[in-house]
């Protein structure tokens, strides 16, 4: 690997870099509407030489390379969706030292990284005797639900080695996976006027008095885990002087840990289960479910060893290391040994004030070009 060769195609790729980032960001992409920058994405590979791009159902672009007859294929992914719902372009500002706009960060700053590290690889004619695989994923916001890694997963069934995202701080590496469930609750009774009807069952009410009890959850505490909860959204009733006839709330759970996940399943459900339906009918409805690891640490511990050097190397620190949820929640369910590491430095992830460090991209290029030559000679 000649490191001086990378970080000059680094540099010479400023321009370009925000360029690209600029053209992105003022693409939206909801989760599930990725539509638009997973065609820019496409024609982008194509315009530099890609062969074989395609779009699969899921919204995911794919560049396979000299993957046709391999089973120890290399994947490296960032997302294309964004955690905001808009639908029209977003705010962007570009301050001369940091770049400003929804969503810039997470992830399409990586993004762009990865279509120009696919870049570097067909410049270069780098063709991989075990096959690599860029891929611009769909689907890892929210409710989302991971849902363009689970199709790639599904595609290349027992042919994926090892997976790498770019989703993260330039100095921190996810290297332990974060599960989760997510349910919409939905509470309804009977309702009614608040005058006449007074005394009827409020929906609102009832909802309220599970939201309640979840908060009265003792989580399991094991050593070097972490469990969470949350109630993150609350709606329902029809008007200031009527009874609520019905009550929806989005929450969730998470752990690190598959044991503490199962016992939080089992509070959820035990609260879920406690309303009389005289009362009131609770539908609950699991609206997102990401795994924790199933894996070998040592299988990981193999990989980290490949990545975590040239990151350092780069940045000029040691790394520190985190539990997250990403799309490596995926392959490592599966035994597939992952990590999420980063490609810039931002603030404020996943609110209006989201920004990106402009030189910290250069540098993230220089580490995902770095990386995937060190992975693949």
Wanted: charged residues 25%; proline residues 3%.
């Amino acid at each position: 690997m000649n490191t001086q060769e990378i970080k000059q195609f680094s540099e010479n790729s400023r321009e370009e870099i925000f360029k690209l980032l600029k053209e992105l960001c003022n693409i939206p992409a909801p989760s599930h509407f990725e539509h638009e920058r997973a065609e820019y994405c496409k024609k982008y590979l194509e315009s530099i030489g890609a062969k074989g791009v395609y779009i699969d159902e899921a919204l995911n672009v794919v560049f396979p390379l000299n993957c046709e007859n391999s089973n120890e294929i290399t994947v490296f992914a960032a997302h294309t969706d964004t955690v905001f719902p808009d639908r029209e372009p977003m705010p962007y500002y570009d301050d001369g030292e940091k770049i400003h706009s929804p969503g810039v960060a997470d992830d399409t700053a990586s993004v762009v990284v990865l279509l120009l590290m696919a870049k570097y690889f067909i410049e270069n004619k780098i063709v991989p005797e075990k096959g690599v695989m860029f891929v611009c994923n769909s689907c890892e916001e929210g409710l989302g639900n991971l849902k363009g890694t689970r199709k790639l997963f599904e595609d290349y069934s027992g042919r994926v080695s090892q997976f790498v995202t770019f989703d993260s701080n330039l100095d921190v590496v996810a290297d332990v996976c974060v599960g989760s469930h997510r349910y919409e609750v939905e509470v309804l009774t009977e309702g009614g006027h608040s005058f006449g009807n007074f005394g009827n069952k409020n929906a609102i009410h009832v909802a309220s008095q599970l939201i309640n009890e979840i908060y009265k959850i003792n989580v399991p505490e094991k050593e070097g885990t972490k469990t969470t909860y949350n109630v993150g959204i609350f709606e329902g009733g029809t008007s200031v002087n009527t009874i609520a006839q019905n009550a929806k709330f989005l929450c969730e759970y998470r752990s690190d840990n598959i044991e503490c996940l199962a016992y939080m399943e089992n509070e959820f459900k035990r609260i879920f289960d406690s309303v009389d339906s005289s009362i009131a009918e609770v539908k609950v409805t699991k609206v997102g479910d990401r795994p924790c690891a199933d894996i070998d640490p040592a299988r990981v511990e193999t990989l980290k060893e490949k990545i975590v050097p040239v990151i350092e190397r780069v940045i000029e620190k040691q790394v520190s290391f985190s539990s997250s949820s990403t799309d490596c929640n995926i392959p490592l369910s599966l035994g597939v040994a992952a990590l999420c590491i980063g490609t810039n430095m931002h603030y404020g992830v996943h609110t209006r004030e989201e920004w990106v460090d402009k030189e910290s991209i250069v540098k993230g290029l220089e580490i995902a070009v770095g990386v995937g030559m060190e992975i693949v000679d």
